[in-house]
T-cell receptor
Framework: GAVVSQHPSRVICKSGTSVKIECRSL??????MFWYRQFPKQSLMLMAT?????????EQGVEKDKFLINHASLTLSTLTVTSAHPEDSSFYIC???????????FGSGTRLTVV | KNQVEQSPQSLIILEGKNCTLQ??????????LRWYKQDTGRGPVSLTI?????NTKSNGRYTATLDADTKQSSLHITASQLSDSASYIC??????????FGKGTTLSVSS
């Protein structure tokens, strides 16, 4: 089946540094990738939608200069949290739409802790 | 407003028992409804996907129902196992656009 590999699974970084999260589609081409953030006991909140080769579309209230998304190939999308602060600590999850069906497959998530 | 409401918020059951989780939605236009299982610290994993014309769909011990007229869905888990302990998320795909997520039901199965 369609698999999205997300790395790292956990990362701890110092305040002010940047962190990159990668999502790779292993056995299919992901023309569209979604990035979500999830706080404890809350539902997934869509941050942005990226299409391969074009600029990402950010949801209202999400700072595009802080959360840099790159989708340069059909199998790789990255989210970079720039100048991270403790309030950016959260669970970040990517998802790809599987073409030809109704499926959306999710990565395993990245737990970001900013200290 | 497009919303997905799930109940109960949390549930504790004994191993081997059955349970039913509820999902009500007001999303329009409707494309499909999905149930996901999310283990703690992991990404969601798809259980079922149902379109407008489907009333029920099973995946092993998981059976989902959909009433598109009343905009309600349920997820029934039979003969629960300890590994069923997770958050179960109802997601409605708004036609042509976004996935609308419920907040999930946290299920705890105890021995």
């Amino acid at each position: 089946g369609a698999v999205v590999s997300q790395h790292p699974s956990r990362v701890i970084c110092k305040s002010g540094t940047s962190v990159k999260i990668e999502c790779r589609s292993l056995d299919f081409q992901a023309t569209t990738m979604f990035w979500y953030r999830q706080f404890p006991k809350q539902s997934l909140m869509l941050m942005a939608t990226s299409n391969e080769g074009s600029k990402a579309t950010y949801e209202q209230g999400v700072e595009k200069d802080k959360f840099l998304i790159n989708h340069a190939s059909l199998t790789l999308s990255t989210l970079t949290v720039t100048s991270a602060h403790p309030e950016d600590s959260s669970f970040y999850i990517c998802s790809a739409r599987v073409e030809g069906g109704y499926g959306y497959t999710f990565g395993s998530g990245t737990r970001l802790t900013v200290v | 407003k497009n919303q997905v409401e799930q109940s109960p918020q949390s549930l504790i059951i004994l191993e081997g028992k059955n349970c039913t989780l509820q999902c009500n939605y007001t999303v329009s236009p409707f494309s499909n409804l999905r149930w996901y299982k999310q283990d703690t610290g992991r990404g969601p994993v798809s259980l079922t996907i149902m379109t407008f014309s489907e009333n029920t769909k099973s995946n092993g011990r998981y059976t989902a129902t959909l009433d598109a007229d009343t905009k309600q869905s349920s997820l029934h888990i039979t003969a629960s196992q300890l590994s069923d302990s997770a958050s179960y998320i109802c997601v409605v795909n708004q036609a042509g656009t976004a996935l609308i997520f419920g907040k999930g039901t946290t299920l705890s199965v105890s021995s």
